[in-house]
């Protein structure tokens, strides 16, 4: 019969990332859906939601044969049981196949800088008068004239991408941080890094930086790259795609004065082929650790064909991102607060090495504070003990304790549940935690 079609039948594994929205979309699509709680996390009230929809759920995966399998990149292989299948996708690949937006967009992906580079860019398009629809692991935002927050706790799981597809507003462009890797869908890709942090995934047989690859084979248009490591990725770059490398000898890249002042705007440099362009920064935060994050936003200003002239003019003026790494006075001396969930020991050994080459300080106390010992992801104490050790400027180590632990600190640290008079003992003191701001 004309217009007839195979209805596909669907598996699709794990509904605590977002499956249930991949699920729910093949469904509306007339498709036969099976989705596996692989967790067990699902609320019950989802589970008859999916059911009246007519969706199978199972708590294990069923021992039959599908057309396809959507299965996260993290999602270990054991999971799909004895089932069979003719394709398997990721949850990326999937949202790529399924999203279309009326407007363009960026979506950003790498171990590091996410967040801090999806707000920049955000900032640059603001500057721009476009308004943008920004999703980050800050929240969900629409900015214009004013920056509107839309939800507090949003995913930067690839199906909240599917999700954001369906929803109504006059944006002109998205900028989507997107957790392990993108979807295809992007008009511009960016990849802030993919070294150092390159931590195991799906039970350790796949790693962060293969994630990453879907983004740079399937971009539609331009890819933002770092440019020291440009040549892992050159073998997956398509001939077609432009490319942009920002970083230190690359296309376009944004560095920082030496032997700055707490209390002065940081000095700065875009550095492009045709010379070297000076502007500052706000002093009301740490400016210069944000060189990966803005370096790649001015390299996503650069491919929508900013000047170096206007995209000096956008940054000069962008404040960073709340509780990241904010700078203010503290009696005599100066307090650096670094508060969110993505402060990790290479995020705290990273700022410290830059409030020592930057503002060239040898009089350091850090304070760490750990909210909650019995957290998801506490922070480790023992692998911050040792990266502060590598740093003559640390004289103090401070454990601030909102809630009492039975495992105490290293012995280099000092227990304390007031932070003033570690504050006041020091020309410069970094309070961290792996929180969200206030």
């Known amino acids: 019969m004309p217009g007839w079609r195979h209805r596909m039948n669907v598996l699709v594994l794990d509904l605590t990332h977002g499956g249930d929205v991949l699920a729910l979309t093949y ?13 067990g996390t699902a609320e019950q009230y989802l589970v008859d939601h999916l059911r009246n929809e007519g969706i199978a759920v199972a708590r294990t995966t069923p021992s039959k044969k599908y057309d396809l399998a959507v299965v996260p990149i993290h999602c270990p292989d054991h999971y799909l049981g004895r089932a069979k299948y003719e394709q398997k996708i990721t949850f990326h690949r999937a949202v790529g196949e399924l999203a279309h937006f009326s407007f363009p967009t960026i979506e950003v992906t790498g171990t590091k800088a996410k967040t801090s ?14 308004k943008v629809l920004l999703l980050t692991s800050c929240g969900l935002f629409s900015v214009g004239e004013t920056v509107q927050l839309l939800e ?3 995913s930067i799981s690839p199906a909240t991408i599917l999700r954001l597809s369906f929803m109504e507003g006059e944006w002109t462009r998205g900028v989507f941080e997107c957790n392990l890797g993108g979807t295809g869908l992007a008009d511009i890709g960016v990849v802030t890094t993919a070294s150092g942090d390159n931590y195991p995934i799906a039970a350790g047989t796949r790693r962060a930086v293969d994630g990453i690859v879907q983004m740079v084979k399937s971009t539609k248009g331009t890819l933002v790259l770092r440019h020291p490591e440009i040549n892992m990725w050159k073998v997956f770059i398509p001939k077609s795609t432009q490319v942009v490398e920002f970083g230190e000898f690359g296309d376009i890249n944004v560095s920082f004065d030496k032997g700055m002042k707490f209390g002065n705007k940081p000095k700065c440099w875009l550095n492009v082929k045709k010379g070297d362009f000076p502007f500052t920064m706000p002093a009301t935060y740490l400016a210069p650790s944000y060189t990966t994050a803005v370096s ?19 940054l000069a003026d962008f404040e960073g991102i709340p509780g990241r790494g904010e700078l203010s006075r503290a009696g005599e001396g100066w307090l650096v607060r670094d508060r969110s969930p993505s402060v990790t020991p290479i995020s705290i050994d990273w700022n410290i090495r830059v409030i020592e080459e930057h503002y060239a300080n040898k009089d350091l106390g850090v304070i760490v504070e750990r909210t909650d010992p019995n957290a998801k992801t506490p922070l480790d104490l023992e692998t911050i003990d040792k990266y502060l050790s590598t740093h003559s400027s640390v ?14 600190p290293p012995d280099s640290f000092e227990i304390v549940s007031d932070p003033n008079a570690a504050i006041r003992a020091h020309k410069v003191t970094y309070w961290c935690a792996n929180r969200r701001s206030e």
């Not at 004289?395 to 105490?408: A, I, Q």
């Open 27 to 39: 469904r509306a699509r007339g498709e036969e859906v099976t989705a596996v709680d692989i967790y």
């Open 117 to 130: 580079a999806c707000h920049a860019i955000s900032h640059i398009l603001q500057k721009k008068d476009e």
């Open 152 to 154: 507090q706790d949003a």
């Open 296 to 314: 790649a936003a001015a390299g996503v200003a650069s491919a929508i064909g900013l000047s170096p002239k206007k995209i000096t003019e956008m």
């Open 395 to 408: 004289k103090g180590r401070y454990l601030l304790e909102t809630k009492p632990s039975s495992e105490g």
